[in-house]
C-alpha cells in the first residue's frame, strides 16, 4: 500500500523559511511525479508546484514562484518543498501527492493517485 508522510512544518514568522519532507513508500516513485497542494482555512485545496519524474521539470503556482523550490531524491523515494520569504497568505495545511500516471507531469488534483494526511504551515505577520 503506497503511503506518503509529510513533515517540517510548523509556526514562522512572516519572511522565514521552512523545509517540507515527503517521505513515499510502498512501491518505486521514480517514474512518477511528486507535487504539493495547499489548503487554507475555508478554502478549497490548491496547486502549489509539481516536479516531474526525473526532476528536470518543475511547475510553480505564480504566488510562489520565487519563493519556493521543489526537489526530489529518487533514491530515498522523499520529495521536497523549500519555502523562503513566508507571508501570512501561506498559511495552510500542505499536502504531497504522487502522479497517477508513470511520466506524466500534471497540476491538477485528478492528475495525482495518492496522499498524505498533510502538515500544517503557519506563518505569522
Known amino acids: 500500500q503506497v503511503q506518503l508522510v509529510e513533515s517540517g512544518g510548523g509556526l514562522v514568522q512572516a519572511g522565514g523559511s521552512l523545509r517540507l519532507s515527503c517521505a513515499a513508500s510502498?512501491?518505486?516513485?521514480?517514474?512518477?511525479?511528486m507535487g504539493w497542494f495547499r489548503q487554507a482555512p475555508g478554502k478549497e485545496r490548491e496547486f502549489v508546484a509539481v516536479i516531474n519524474w526525473s526532476g528536470k521539470r518543475t511547475i510553480y503556482t505564480d504566488s510562489v514562484k520565487g519563493r519556493f523550490t521543489i526537489s526530489r531524491d529518487n533514491a530515498k523515494n522523499t520529495a521536497y518543498l523549500q519555502m523562503n520569504s513566508l507571508k501570512p497568505e501561506d498559511t495552510a495545511v500542505y499536502y504531497c501527492?504522487?502522479?497517477?500516471?508513470?511520466?506524466?507531469?500534471?497540476?491538477?488534483?485528478?492528475?495525482?493517485?495518492?496522499w498524505g494526511q498533510g502538515t500544517h504551515v503557519t506563518v505569522s505577520s
Open positions: 501527492a504522487v502522479g497517477g500516471q508513470s511520466y506524466y507531469t500534471g497540476v491538477s488534483d485528478a492528475d495525482f493517485g495518492s
Open positions: 510502498g512501491r518505486t516513485f521514480n517514474s512518477y511525479a
